[in-house]
């Protein structure tokens, strides 16, 4: 059977909305990125067969046949878009990897990009005549008891597990002290520099005092453990095993993947049951996994996805997470698989996984 590996994986720095990033829109936000990762793995655009974008906020369109003609990517390249909300920079990855075990494409880009600075403004029409109404969150369900708000839906997650304010607190600060500490090393062969910027901005030192000031946003979750809305991308340069032989690389395989969904009034809970179905997959058990890459959208659902799938905290965002960068949407899974590229060793199994809203989990497992 064909495999893929990820022979180069390369990002943006995740910036808060407004901005260094927010006068870029997104082809220019992912073009550099693309054109970086295919410049380290030595592979010429015209190499090439397909682009994969997650995007959430883009309302239509085709941003990915954009950011490919951005690139010099040829006109043959059509691009594809992909909106599965947070898990679409990750499930952008295992599309890419199904292409290329198909035989479709012996080289595939992947990943996501997101520009909440730049998204377009969203208008809900009625048939009785009244004025657009402007909305945030699309409907994820079909039962508007059943869809809550994401701090919310954070919040009943806490309660329901116990875990407490001062946990998710603990996390957010090991997270911005992670990335603090991980930043000079993001900065080498990682982060592509755009509009000046060559490091996440937001990460800061997180204290007690400041986690005790910020504000309640639903039950235990503040405004200290949630991730703010950022702009960013991120992709992973995909090739099949043949070429990979043919070209001496030796990035991670591509080991399986999972996309499965869940109680949507509970959708951080869905990566558990994701990451479980591809352990079992490959029959590998939590302390398997050398190094993992779980989304921090808030800290109480990365605490969640943790404990309910098994790992060991300490191999857990070890150079921080989104709670210290931001959340890019559609990005946001697509960044974990490269920082978690970035941070395996030889000879272990590196995992990423990440929620979305409507109760969707997507898991990665990788091979080093």
């Not at 007690?208 to 946003?217: D, E, I, N």
């Not at 499965?260 to 951080?268: A, F, K, V």
């Not at 959340?327 to 272990?348: K, T, Y």
Request: aromatic fraction near 2%; glycine fraction near 12%.
């Amino acid at each position: 059977m064909r495999r893929s590996h990820i022979v180069a994986a390369r990002r943006s720095a995740v910036v808060p909305r407004g901005g260094a990033f927010r006068e870029l829109e997104l082809h220019q936000l992912a073009a550099p990125v693309i054109q970086a990762a295919l410049a380290d793995a030595g592979i010429a655009l015209a190499e090439v067969g397909e682009l994969i974008l997650g995007n959430a906020l883009g309302a239509g369109g085709n941003p990915a046949r954009v950011a490919a003609l951005a690139s010099g990517l040829p006109e043959r390249v059509a691009g594809l878009t992909l909106d599965r909300q947070c898990c679409g920079g990750l499930d952008a990855i295992l599309l890419g990897d199904a292409m290329i075990r198909s035989g479709m494409h012996e080289v595939v880009v992947a990943g996501g990009a997101e520009s909440y600075s730049r998204r377009p403004l969203r208008l809900r029409s009625f048939p009785d005549g009244r004025e657009p109404q402007p909305y945030d969150q699309p409907p994820f369900t079909p039962w508007p008891e059943r869809d809550p708000e994401m701090s919310a839906a954070a919040g009943a997650l806490a309660d329901r597990l116990g875990i407490t304010r001062e946990a998710q607190e603990n996390w957010a600060m090991r997270s911005h002290a992670n990335a603090l500490a991980a930043m000079p090393a993001m900065q080498e062969g990682e982060i592509v520099p755009l509009a000046g910027i060559t490091g996440d901005s937001f990460a800061r030192k997180l204290t007690p005092p400041v986690c005790a000031r910020a504000k309640v946003l639903a039950g235990t979750v503040t405004t200290a453990t949630t991730a703010v809305a950022a702009d960013g991308a991120a992709v992973c340069v995909l090739v099949s095993d043949r070429l990979a032989e043919r070209m001496g690389q030796d990035g991670p395989e591509i080991v399986g993947g999972a996309t499965i969904g869940g109680n949507p009034e509970l959708p951080g809970l869905a990566p558990v049951a994701a990451i479980r179905s591809v352990l079992a997959g490959h029959r590998l058990d939590p302390s398997s996994i050398g190094c993992a890459e779980i989304m921090e959208a808030f800290a109480a659902q990365a605490i969640a996805c943790q404990q309910g799938a098994g790992l060991d905290p300490e191999i857990v965002n070890r150079g921080g997470g989104a709670l210290a960068r931001g959340h890019p949407i559609g990005a946001s899974g697509a960044v974990n698989a490269v920082r978690l590229v970035r941070e395996m060793r030889p000879g272990q199994y590196g995992l990423a996984a990440i929620a979305a809203a409507g109760g969707l989990g997507t898991a990665l497992l990788l091979s080093s």
